[in-house]
């Protein structure tokens, strides 16, 4: 069975390979079918290229094991890695606007009819990308993965704007060249939205924000069927890449010894990394009580 960290690496690859025939593909038809919004939308997927390669590393990263110096292990890198993804996000979305803008305001050819049929393949390429890459995000718990598959459907939004736009201009003839400029413009807008999405998430990771309620019903769940545990009291989850870190408090009857309340403790800890895997570490504390 593949391990979480092959399984992004090989969904990180479909990405960067992808969105590289894909830019290539927009680029040479864009040029030659006189769609300014195509080039545009080209040049976004090679930013997309860049970002995929950032994700890589970050993953890459995250997943080195807990050093001295880094004794909760590397996981928040693939976090600061989502940021920089919402950056690239943020300006593909500024280009593809300023770009828009300037060709709306230059005369241009009505775009090619067969470039209509290179965005129909390009916008199915990018949604089948971005289901992919999405399950792979939230199967792996990858907030950097997540970013990534927005990159996907974001690029797969762009196109469609531009398969709209060079619609109406082909129907409707001349004095509609722009359309596609139009609806460039309408898309970056829709992709800094999208940024915003990726980005509010990721800032609460990195902030610790409480947003793991039913990990932590079913961490006391099964705390309290270890015997001797009668019952949690604190219970704290952050989440580090791909993975949990938890403060567990326990409580035990007061009269044991300190050796079997350690028994206990480890007991618990041992059946809640069987079965959450998802834990990287426990840290339990016990906490005496009178029965």
């Known amino acids: 069975m593949k391990s979480k960290i092959q399984k992004a690496i090989q969904a990180t690859y479909l990405s960067i390979f992808g969105n590289l025939i894909l830019a290539i593909a927009k680029g040479i038809t864009g040029v030659f079918g006189n769609s300014y919004a195509l080039v545009a939308d080209a040049i976004e ?45 943020l300006i593909s979305a500024s280009f593809i606007a300023y770009e828009s803008i300037a060709n709306i305001q230059t005369p241009h050819e009505t775009p090619e009819h067969y470039t209509l049929i290179v965005l129909a393949v390009i916008i199915v390429t990018k949604e089948i990308f971005y289901r992919i890459v999405s399950k792979k995000g939230k199967e ?10 927005w990159h996907h459907r974001s690029d797969a939004i762009t ?79 952050r989440k580090t890449g791909m993975s949990y870190l938890v403060d567990l408090h326990l409580l035990v009857n007061g009269d044991l010894s300190v050796t079997e309340g350690h028994e206990i403790s480890h007991a618990a800890k041992d059946k809640l990394m069987e079965e959450m895997p998802e834990l990287a570490n426990i840290l339990i504390h016990i906490e005496p009580i009178h029965l």
């Open 159 to 237: 196109s469609l704007m531009a398969f709209i736009g060079i619609s109406i201009a082909i129907l409707m003839g001349p004095g509609y060249e722009t359309a596609d400029d139009w609806a460039a413009l309408f898309a970056s807008f829709f992709i800094v939205y999208n940024a915003y999405l990726i980005f509010r998430p990721a800032l609460g990771e990195i902030l610790d924000e409480h947003l793991y309620d039913d990990m932590i019903n079913e961490i006391r769940r099964i705390s309290e069927q270890v015997e001797g545990v009668e019952g949690t009291e604190k219970c704290f989850v």
């Open 140 to 149: 792996l718990n990858s907030s950097s993965l997540k970013a990534d598959a």
């Open 45 to 89: 997927s090679l930013t997309d290229v860049f970002s995929s390669a950032l994700v890589l590393f970050g993953i890459k990263y995250s997943t080195r094991p807990a050093d001295s110096n880094h004794p909760y292990g590397h996981g928040r890198a693939e976090t600061l890695v989502t940021f920089l993804v919402v950056g690239f996000l």
